[in-house]
């Protein structure tokens, strides 16, 4: 059976057991919280994926693709 | 710690993008509780990009300190400087932080999460934060600086003071801050013509006689009554003006020695 938590977990990267201080607030509180960090991540990660485009365009073109790959990105 | 809600509300909502208002379906949430949500979420946000940060913080481990400072300031510029500072060794990030100007260090701050930069506010001169302080009080990031005033050695807080010449602007800074023990402490080493105009904003809005209150809430009795001796001598009426608000907010006994002085 599904835990309650786990949605909640899985966006912060936890364990659903350690989300049970969470469990004062009701399903759809819940879900609307849920809502609230799934859009702070995408913002989070917009900025910083900008953030690390800027980066590599200060670089000559020639090595942005082997520092992409360095870095994963 | 005594975590005021309302404070952690306020930090929460930066975190999420939102207004404290907008955040009402965590009503059932005590102050505690929101710092946990907050913390965890600032770490599952960082940790999303923990590889990357990692990667680039040991890219330049054997660079020198002023070209390391140069590529942060025209490469990666403030928003990966700031996440990639956790994988730097504190002392290397201080002395990476003399090549910077105030604004990039303002901007690296904005990007910062005060809980993990506490060994770096240790290691950083406090010459170099004073510009980054007058930076944030210019751009109005009271958020930030509340986070911040949580970490900071209380010295360098101390000092950093002085730059703040509008008492007004202390007090947004304090609604921000979670340690209102520590706040009581830099307020009680204050002189008391700058107690005198501090108490003299804070009575100018509602909003600045809670946080007044809970920030005395801290003090001790001693420091309390000479709270209400400059009340008294700012006017005579505030003080009931403020226990009307204690009652509200729940704090009468905490304030006992302001009220009977």
Redesign the interface.
């Known amino acids: 059976m599904p835990h309650p938590n786990d949605k909640l977990a899985r966006l912060l990267r936890t364990q659903p057991a350690k989300l049970d201080f969470l469990s004062v607030l009701a399903e759809a509180d819940r879900q609307k919280l849920a809502g609230d960090i799934e859009q702070a991540r995408q913002a989070h990660s917009k900025h910083i994926r900008g953030s690390m485009e800027e980066a590599l365009n200060q670089l000559p073109w020639l090595l942005r693709a082997p520092i992409r790959k360095l870095f994963g990105v | 710690m005594n975590i005021d809600r309302d404070t952690e509300l306020r930090r929460l909502a930066r975190?999420?993008?939102?207004e404290p208002g907008q955040?009402g379906?965590?009503a059932?949430?005590d102050g505690a509780?929101l710092m946990?949500?907050r913390t965890?979420?600032q770490?599952?946000?960082l940790?999303?990009?923990a590889?990357?940060f990692e990667?680039?913080a040991a890219?330049g481990k054997l660079a020198p300190d002023a070209l390391s400072a140069l590529l942060c300031r025209?490469?990666?510029?403030p928003?990966?400087t700031a996440?990639m500072s956790y994988y730097v060794p504190a002392d290397r990030a201080a002395r990476m932080c003399k090549h910077f100007d105030d604004e990039f260090m303002a901007e690296i701050a904005r990007e910062q999460i005060p809980e993990r930069a506490q060994e770096q506010l240790e290691k950083l001169p406090v010459e170099l934060m004073r510009g980054v302080t007058r930076q944030m009080l210019a751009s109005r990031d009271y958020h930030i600086m509340g986070g911040f005033t949580d970490y900071l050695p209380e010295q360098k807080a101390m000092i950093l003071m002085e730059e703040i010449a509008d008492p007004a602007d202390s007090l947004r800074i304090s609604s921000f801050a979670q340690r209102k023990d520590r706040i009581a402490r830099l307020t009680a080493q204050m002189d008391d013509g700058q107690l005198m105009r501090l108490i003299d904003a804070a009575f100018k809005e509602p909003a600045f006689i809670h946080e007044v209150g809970l920030v005395m809430a801290q003090m001790d009795a001693k420091d309390q009554q000479r709270m209400a001796r400059l009340t008294d001598a700012v006017d005579p009426k505030h003080r009931a003006t403020a226990r009307r608000e204690a009652g509200k907010s729940g704090t009468l006994e905490a304030l006992q020695a302001f009220f009977a002085a």
């Open positions: 975190v999420l993008h939102r955040l379906h965590l059932a949430l509780g946990k949500l965890l979420i770490n599952s946000l940790e999303e990009f590889g990357l990667k680039i890219s025209k490469v990666f510029g928003s990966i996440n």
